[in-house]
C-alpha cells in the first residue's frame, strides 16, 4: 500500500516475459483478493502467487493485453 504496486507488476511481468514467455493478465485477478493475497504475502505467498498462476497468458506482444495490464495497475490503486 506504499505505492510501489505499480512498478511491482510491471518488473513482475518484464520477468515473466523473460523467462517463463508470459506475461499476466490483469483482468482475470479480482482487485479484493488481489489486494488481500499482497496483504498476505509478507507472511504466505502461496496465495498470491496461485493468483498469477491463473492469471498468466501467451499474450507477450500482444498491445492490449500489455495496456490493459497498466490500467488494471492504477485501478488495484484507487480508493473505493
Known amino acids: ?33 488481489y489486494l488481500a493475497a499482497m496483504r498476505e504475502s509478507v507472511i504466505d505467498g502461496a496465495r498470491i502467487k496461485a493468483l498469477v498462476k491463473l492469471a498468466l497468458t501467451d499474450k507477450i506482444d500482444d498491445r492490449e493485453m500489455f495496456m490493459k495490464g497498466i490500467d488494471y495497475s492504477y485501478y488495484y490503486e484507487q480508493n473505493d
Open 1 to 33: 500500500m506504499e505505492g510501489n504496486g505499480r512498478a511491482t507488476r510491471i518488473w513482475l511481468d518484464l520477468m515473466l516475459r523473460r523467462s517463463l514467455k508470459r506475461c499476466v493478465d490483469w483482468s482475470q485477478i479480482d482487485k479484493n483478493e
